[in-house]
């Protein structure tokens, strides 16, 4: 019997996990870490769940919008690690689960009833929003998420380590190919594509000219392109041009600062660090074409914050996110600048971004816009997941691609039944 | 994981009731003197086993997604999902194969290990103290130095750096599964953390063979090291070695912590039973039907192994089974 009570016994401790942070957020609350300023919150507590941000002060910097709010005790809970859904999901059917969270837009959380509408709050500011980010978090005619930055991923890259090598920025999978091989010496791999090659899978399937669902919302993704393409980047994994492995994964930019490859995939966030320790030496570019009607791709990646539903103070949520993330736009502006870069999702602060204007940064923007790809709200997390196992059985194990496909389909179909019926 | 499999092993044994002098209230009263002692043991035992094993047993029969209390019953249909449209089959499968390794390689080695230091002669305490650290070190913290610095892709990890000397390519250990590195990370590192605690185990049995047989078995002849090891020491570690390959098996299957830190949940190779759960369960899709079913299944597996090892090799039986 103790294996029964062990399986349950994890399930336990994750819960009791996600209770134990939610109580150290407390207990952090109560050193003043907060609103409550001496007795003028009103009473009522507001749990917000984050995950870890790399960036110096990102903490800090949520924490202190937090305490600046007077009407409720705002507590966060800083979630490490790299499986930040799983501990959301599981403590969104607790007792503890938190009021405030930050997530992508996906179907699931909206038709299981897990988020709240706020249209409410949204609509009056509608129009300074980016059109696509207000898109992807519609459902209806109902908007369930405030979008708090938009964070595009592309390829960074040393210039002079390509100029070095004699290489020309790649615009197809096989100059990328090429380039890898090229890059490589006996001390810095030509590429890296993230430890496990998932950064890029959504990228995969728009640079073959395929997207992920149609606007039917049906499967997309699988054609001759993408089939190719996967073989394509199985002939990258193996190549031995690929940095794997590494100390660091993809959204941290040790691999390319510390010379440990010569491209890498990365988001806007880096920009900054990479900037820092790298001067001049940093282009960018986007995910190159796959195959004959390939396009460039980026993916336009980002956060938003959402209201538990079914939690005790849903108005006093709501009231929250709308103070921090509708009304102070200094905060907003601080956010989506002051520590990694992020993209503002509203045209009035984007304006005003003058870190964004130039350079580098301005280049990235122009990508963000020009060969952007937003989450789509029906592509949710079981069929990411879906398309993960793609790239692990045919890129990485080497499988047939075409099987591993069909394999992906299946388990899309069964999730596009439950949402669409 | 591993605490909660030792936790059988880990219990003292009963203490005697003391004849000298009992407090004054607690004589009389034997019943109470029980419900007193075994009782918040007992509490925690319904809270936390009972309680979620029974929850578990009625969400496999409900279409409990996104939630731990439904209402829509669903006959087996949770088992049929688990068993045919997931990849929870292939993980048992991939899970006996790692057992059949694991198990017998653990045994040996802490045997192994407890026979060395058992041979000691001086700093006996310091060794058996040396060997049994490990334990006390987290699956989570253990696969991060593996991970990180032991076993990373690049050129400076240490098993890297050490097959440089002879002009061997870096190896990515965990991204890259074919060859299976991967299993030499997880062996690793599951040796050593094992290894120390059931050698402690074999220590104490090995301190508890009477040391007549030994000057019985050299009258009679036989010559010391292998001889009297195969016909006195093994027989004589019977009961304990059936307890050891029972609890390690049993951690086989419950595998998680160092699997989900090292392999990660984007993979389709080396994916516990328990990962699969969780993925099920916990992690995306929130199937809180199809993993308790999963999770029904495998106590039943388990049960009937333990069972099937018990009759195999007299577990339980004691002493006389010799």
Same mark, same amino acid.
């Given at each position: ?319 929250? =996110? ?89 388990? =899309? ?9 | ?322």
């Amino acid at each position: 019997m103790s294996a029964m009570s062990n399986s349950n016994w994890s399930r336990r401790s994750i819960f009791r996990a996600a209770a134990g942070m939610a109580a150290a957020g407390t207990l952090a609350a109560c050193g003043g870490n907060n609103g409550r300023g001496g007795g003028s919150g009103s009473g009522t507590n507001l749990v917000q769940f984050f995950h870890a941000y790399g960036e110096a002060g990102t903490e800090q910097a949520i924490k202190r919008y937090a305490k600046a709010y007077s009407k409720a005790n705002v507590s966060t809970t800083w979630i490490t690690g790299t499986n930040f859904e799983a501990k959301l999901f599981s403590s969104l059917l607790t007792k503890q689960a938190p009021d405030v969270f930050e997530f992508h837009p996906q179907l699931q959380l909206i038709k299981s009833g897990q988020v709240a509408d706020l249209s409410d709050i949204i609509d009056p500011v509608k129009s300074d929003f980016n059109p696509a980010d207000i898109n992807s978090h519609t459902v209806d005619g109902k908007i369930y998420g405030v979008r708090m930055i938009d964070d595009p991923q592309f390829f960074y890259y040393r210039k002079s380590m390509l100029e070095k090598a004699k290489v020309e920025v790649p615009t197809t999978l096989d100059e990328l190919l090429e380039a890898a091989a090229k890059l490589t010496t006996d001390k810095v791999k030509g590429i890296d594509l993230g430890n496990d090659f998932t950064p890029v899978q959504g990228n995969l399937i728009w640079s073959a000219g395929a997207d992920t669902l149609d606007a039917n919302n049906q499967i997309a993704y699988h054609t001759d392109a993408v089939v190719q393409g996967l073989k394509q980047l199985r002939q990258l994994f193996t190549s031995g041009h690929v940095l794997l492995d590494a100390p660091t994964d993809w959204w941290d930019p040790s691999s390319l600062n510390q010379g440990l490859c010569a491209i890498q995939w990365g988001g806007l966030w880096s920009m900054p660090a990479m900037q820092k320790a790298l001067g001049d030496d940093l282009g960018i570019f986007p995910f190159p074409k796959v195959g004959d009607n390939g396009k460039l791709s980026v993916t336009n990646g980002g956060w938003s914050m959402f209201v538990n539903a079914k939690g005790k103070n849903v108005e006093a949520a709501k009231a929250y =996110v709308k103070w921090l993330w509708i009304e102070q736009k200094k905060y907003q502006e601080d956010w989506a600048l002051s520590y990694g870069f992020h993209v503002p999702p509203r045209s009035s602060i984007a304006a005003q971004a003058t870190k964004l204007k130039s350079g580098l940064p301005a280049e990235a923007v122009k990508l963000f816009t020009d060969y952007g790809h937003f989450d789509n709200i029906a592509w949710d997390q079981t069929m990411i997941t879906a398309l993960n196992d793609v790239i692990a059985s045919s890129v990485r194990k080497g499988g047939d691609p075409e099987a591993a496909l069909d394999a992906c389909d299946k388990k =899309v179909d069964v999730e596009l039944k439950k949402l669409f019926g | 994981m591993s605490t909660t499999t030792t936790r059988g092993v880990a219990q003292p044994a009963p203490a005697k009731a003391s004849p000298a002098r009992p407090r004054r209230g607690l004589r009389s009263n034997a019943t109470l003197n029980f419900w007193l002692f075994t009782g918040p043991f007992l509490i925690g035992l319904v809270i936390f086993v009972f309680v979620p094993i029974g929850w578990s047993i009625w969400l496999s029969f409900f279409d409990a997604r996104y939630t731990v209390t439904p209402s829509n019953f669903v006959g087996f249909d949770n088992y049929r999902q688990i068993l045919t449209n997931s990849n929870f089959p292939d993980s048992l499968l991939t899970f006996t194969i790692f057992a059949a390794f694991i198990v017998p390689t653990t045994w040996a080695l802490s045997l192994g290990l407890a026979l060395l230091v058992n041979q000691l002669r001086f700093m006996r305490a310091f060794f058996r103290s040396v060997f049994f650290l490990p334990t006390a070190v987290s699956y989570v913290a253990a696969a991060l130095i593996w991970k990180m610095s032991l076993f990373t892709g690049v050129r400076f990890g240490l098993a890297n750096t050490v097959l440089g000397w002879f002009g061997v390519d870096n190896i990515a250990y965990l991204s890259n599964p074919s060859p299976p590195w991967y299993w030499v990370v997880l062996v690793s590192l599951r040796l050593w953390i094992q290894s120390g605690f059931y050698m402690i185990l074999f220590l104490a049995a090995l301190q508890n063979i009477p040391a007549e047989l030994y000057e019985a078995a050299e009258i009679d002849g036989a010559k010391r090291g292998w001889q009297t090891f195969w016909y006195i020491t093994l027989p004589q570690l019977r009961a304990t070695s059936t307890a050891v390959i029972l609890l390690l098996l049993i951690a086989a299957y419950q595998a998680f912590d160092e699997f989900y830190n090292l392999i990660t949940t984007k993979a389709t190779w080396a994916q516990t039973p328990l990962m699969e759960l969780y993925k099920a369960a916990l992690g995306t899709n929130q199937d809180y039907g199809a993993g308790s079913a999963g999770a029904v299944i495998l106590s039943l597996l388990i049960c009937i192994v333990t069972l099937a090892q018990g009759k195999i090799m007299g577990f339980g039986r004691g002493e006389e089974a010799k």
